[in-house]
């Protein structure tokens, strides 16, 4: 029977058929802003009027991310390149304007498509947000959206347990906002705990629930596809920074917001108002910029695996090496760290895709760890079979827990600002620069960057401090990076 192929096939093919009249194995790029029309109203084949709308190759881009977020490999297809889940994605000419879109999506007239806002006819409505979510995220939600009469809440949904989010849920709250991981703390809130709560509301009118995934990209996390026994995906929409992961290169400025299939099929004025909003806001991602971001995500596969494998091995020398040999680092936070307080979400959480990579690189799931000698008795060791004790070696790497995205973060111990940021600029690799994703590695300081523009109280209260570092790791040398990291903290705690 057919069948989807699976993820890096996919990833390569969908979207990127050969040109039909050439025979092109790369798609052209369309730059035209208009297109002929046969009649006053008839348009072509494609349905396309004018680009700020709809234009061919963001359309491609759009059936390839599609592809990715909602498809799983046992969906049966006719033809491997074209998705046929159900779902719909639309590409922005930013994250932030996904962002924008969506949260006036909230306050938008249920006749155009919205949620309708406090009562149905536009204008208000309540966004319940995880409380660490990226500083331009917690701007638009906070300041930005004012005029609409957008409410938001903040909440720590760790802390406050089923009963503190069932509560927090308002009878307008038309959208419950969430990454995974967060930034930058790197937190893992209860997702499941959240999705089994929201779907145990009444269908019509519960609010949707939206993951901003751009920290580990459909290659490690798809949470609009049912997985591990769930009746339903953990979440209705995922917005993503394409800017990030699935560019990877550093070049390309664009964003996303999928919506999946079975929320596609309840709510179907949901794409109807995106659309809208889209088209009428204009903020339409260039043609230019889709057909790069095509050729980028033919490489997400690769990509993150290295950024994962180097990131778990960085986060295990940090939080061992450094901690306990060099006393420099504390508060070392990697989700995919056997020893970090989320792992025990991570395994339940990783797309089926990456558990296939992993297993081929020897991993097992549920997670399995062999002994160190370090760690334990030589009696324990006996008992427990061969210690595995090369530092350089897959079987040491597969014991220190699972790559999860390439993103840690960790603090300096005791720095001043003045030493946090003497380490960034000592650092001969890492670029101290916002942003993340990218084949190189870089390095920022969110209290004072990225983050800065949030209330005092709030960094207190997130521990967002002026020694907190974020690091995302990229696909360098995992040697140079180590030994380029730790010069760094020298010269930063001696001066």
């Known amino acids: 029977m057919p069948r989807h192929d699976h993820f890096s096939t996919r990833s390569i093919h969908v979207g990127?058929?050969?040109?039909?009249?050439?025979?092109?194995?790369?798609?052209?790029?369309?730059?035209?802003?208009?297109?002929?029309?046969?009649?006053?109203?008839?348009?072509?084949?494609?349905?396309?009027?004018?680009?700020?709308?709809?234009?061919?190759?963001?359309?491609?881009?759009?059936?390839?991310?599609?592809?990715?977020?909602?498809?799983?490999?046992?969906?049966?297809?006719?033809?491997?390149?074209?998705?046929?889940?159900?779902?719909?994605?639309?590409?922005?000419?930013?994250?932030?304007?996904?962002?924008a879109a969506i949260a006036h999506w909230v306050t938008l007239t249920e006749e155009e498509g919205g949620a309708g806002g406090r009562d149905g006819k536009g204008h208000g409505g309540h966004v319940l947000a995880v409380n660490d979510v990226y500083g331009g995220t917690a701007r638009y939600l906070a300041r930005a959206s004012r005029p609409t009469g957008l409410e938001v809440t903040f909440l720590n949904m760790e802390k406050a347990g089923e009963q503190g989010i069932r509560e927090a849920i308002r009878p307008d709250t038309k959208l419950i906002?969430?990454?995974?991981?967060?930034?930058?703390?790197?937190?893992?809130?209860?997702?499941?705990?959240?999705?089994?709560?929201?779907?145990?509301?009444?269908?019509?009118?519960?609010?949707?629930?939206?993951?901003?995934?751009?920290?580990?990209?459909?290659?490690?996390?798809?949470?609009?596809?049912?997985?591990?026994?769930?009746?339903?995906?953990?979440?209705?929409?995922?917005?993503?920074?394409?800017?990030?992961?699935?560019?990877?290169?550093?070049?390309?400025?664009?964003?996303?917001?999928?919506?999946?299939?079975?929320?596609?099929?309840?709510?179907?004025?949901?794409?109807?108002?995106?659309?809208?909003?889209?088209?009428?806001?204009?903020?339409?991602?260039?043609?230019?910029?889709?057909?790069?971001?095509?050729?980028?995500?033919?490489?997400?596969?690769?990509?993150?695996?290295?950024?994962?494998?180097?990131?778990?091995?960085?986060?295990?020398?940090?939080?061992?090496?450094?901690?306990?040999?060099?006393?420099?680092?504390?508060?070392?936070?990697?989700?995919?760290?056997?020893?970090?307080?989320?792992?025990?979400?991570?395994?339940?959480?990783i797309s089926k895709n990456a558990k296939k990579e992993l297993q081929f690189l020897g991993w097992k799931f549920p997670f399995q760890h062999k002994p160190s000698s370090t760690t334990t008795s030589s009696s324990e060791n006996e008992k427990q079979g061969e210690v595995v004790d090369d530092e350089n070696s897959l079987e040491y790497t597969r014991n220190l827990g699972i790559p999860f995205g390439g993103m840690i973060t960790f603090a300096i111990k005791n720095a001043t600002s003045e030493q946090a940021e003497k380490f960034c600029t000592s650092l001969r690799i890492p670029i101290l620069a916002e942003s993340l994703g990218g084949v190189e590695s870089l390095v920022e300081i969110p209290y004072g960057m990225t983050h800065s523009g949030l209330p005092k109280e709030t960094l207190k209260e997130l521990q967002i401090t002026p020694n907190l570092i974020r690091l995302s790791v990229g696909i360098e040398d995992y040697d140079d990076l180590i030994e380029d990291i730790e010069q760094a903290l020298k010269i930063a705690l001696s001066s």
């Not at 290169?249 to 299939?261: A, E, Q, Y």
């Not at 099929?265 to 903020?283: V, W």
């Open 177 to 349: 906002w969430l990454e995974l991981p967060t930034n930058p703390l790197l937190l893992v809130p209860p997702v499941r705990l959240i999705s089994d709560i929201v779907n145990s509301l009444p269908s019509e009118t519960r609010p949707l629930i939206l993951v901003d995934t751009t920290f580990l990209s459909p290659f490690y996390f798809t949470p609009l596809i049912a997985s591990n026994g769930d009746q339903h995906p953990l979440a209705d929409i995922t917005l993503s920074s394409l800017s990030k992961y699935s560019s990877g290169h550093s070049d390309i400025i664009l964003g996303s917001l999928t919506i999946s299939p079975k929320t596609n099929q309840l709510r179907p004025t949901l794409l109807k108002g995106l659309r809208f909003l889209q088209n009428s806001m204009g903020a339409s991602a260039s043609p230019r910029d889709c057909h790069l971001l095509i050729r980028s995500i033919k490489t997400l596969s690769v990509r993150m695996l290295k950024h994962g494998l180097n990131a778990l091995r960085i986060s295990n020398w940090l939080s061992i090496t450094a901690t306990k040999d060099l006393n420099y680092v504390e508060r070392v936070r990697y989700p995919g760290l056997k020893s970090d307080e989320s792992f025990k979400y991570v395994q339940d959480l």
């Open 16 to 99: 990127s058929d050969p040109d039909p009249t050439t025979g092109a194995v790369v798609p052209s790029l369309s730059v035209a802003t208009t297109f002929m029309q046969d009649g006053v109203g008839k348009l072509r084949s494609g349905g396309f009027e004018y680009s700020r709308s709809a234009n061919p190759t963001r359309s491609a881009l759009e059936s390839l991310l599609t592809s990715l977020e909602t498809c799983p490999t046992d969906t049966v297809s006719e033809d491997a390149r074209h998705d046929i889940s159900g779902g719909e994605s639309l590409v922005f000419s930013s994250g932030s304007a996904a962002t």
